[in-house]
């Protein structure tokens, strides 16, 4: 961090976007053709040692747009990408084989490579994609460095922004914070606040998942005639974590918004030992806690 970082924070937003039907595939073979040129990049900063700027461009830049098909802004944000993961595999003292990108992601500059025009999103090469849910509270800050992936057949923009850290006060009192599988509840001797947990919903789509697994898992049934199933099974299970997901991002929101606004402080309930506790518990109470995810709870309400 920089002198000039010390009083701001980092913050990222994700939003979803939709490129217009035919540039779709277009799109898409794009990123497939960042992903290769940067791992070709990753390994050739690592085998010529080119851990600057200026010798990653001479080794790469050509070879990015020619080879690859980059436009000129995208070649240059490729390899900066590749010669910071290729630093950070340079310094972990325990490091495995050379990184490699797997899955499909673009790294984009602001105003260089990509920008925000009104309810759209325009990248370097022509295209353009309308940005469907966006959290408006951060629009005033500057829009840094940006990422695009294609996750689950989605693609998602995620944009990094600096904001002023928050200014310290003293609080009035404190929020205590206890969890269990149904409900959390947060309070102290003035007020209460009781949240119903959304274990019971997600545990619904797990159980269906587990279900069609026990079902489909015998000889009997054919493995192409399990393709379907086995898509099923996976979709059950990624709707049960987004229940979770979108459930914690909610309710820590929520909560911190109440402590804000009485200036309260937030206590939580210290869960180190917690996966210790978890073993000696019987099967469905256990799974409902683990199913709870604690730590996501602690990173949204922190």
């Known amino acids: 961090m920089s002198p000039g970082d010390e009083g701001v924070l980092t913050l990222s937003i994700k939003m979803k976007v939709s490129p217009e039907p035919d540039s779709y595939q277009e799109l898409l073979d794009l990123m497939k053709r960042y992903r290769d040129a940067l791992n070709y990049s990753i390994r050739a900063i690592i085998e010529k040692k080119a851990l600057s700027l200026s010798k990653a461009h001479k080794l790469l830049y050509s070879d990015l747009k020619e080879k690859y098909g980059l436009p000129s802004r995208m070649a240059m944000d490729c390899y900066r990408e590749a010669l910071a993961m290729a630093k950070s595999w ?25 920008r925000i025009k009104g309810e759209y999103l ?16 951060y629009d005033s800050y500057p829009n840094k460095e940006a990422r695009l992936l294609f996750r689950n057949g989605e693609f998602v923009l995620c944009i990094s922004k600096r904001i002023p850290k928050p200014v310290k006060h003293i609080p009035k009192g404190f929020l205590a914070v206890d969890i269990n599988e149904r ?24 159980r269906l998942a587990e279900n069609l697994q026990k079902k489909y898992s015998a000889p009997k049934y054919k493995a ?22 979108d459930w914690v991002k909610k309710v820590s929101f929520s909560l911190a918004k109440q402590a804000k606004q009485q200036q309260y402080a937030i206590a939580r309930e210290d ?3 917690l996966i210790e506790s978890l073993r000696k518990l019987p099967k469905d109470h256990k799974v409902g806690l683990l199913m709870l995810s604690y730590r996501k709870l602690e990173f949204w309400i922190d």
């Open 90 to 114: 340079q310094e972990n003292p325990g490091k495995g084989e050379i990184p490699k990108a797997r899955k499909l992601r673009i790294w984009l500059t602001d105003e260089l490579s990509y």
């Open 122 to 137: 325009e990248i370097l090469g022509g295209f353009r994609l309308r940005i469907i849910g966006w959290d408006r509270r």
């Open 183 to 206: 409900q959390m509840v947060a309070g102290n001797s003035e007020v209460e606040y009781r949240l119903e947990t959304a274990v019971e919903k997600a545990l619904h789509y797990k």
């Open 224 to 245: 192409w005639s399990r393709k379907g199933i086995r898509k099923r099974i996976k979709n059950f299970h990624r709707k049960a974590r987004n229940i979770i997901d």
């Open 271 to 273: 869960l180190t030992d």
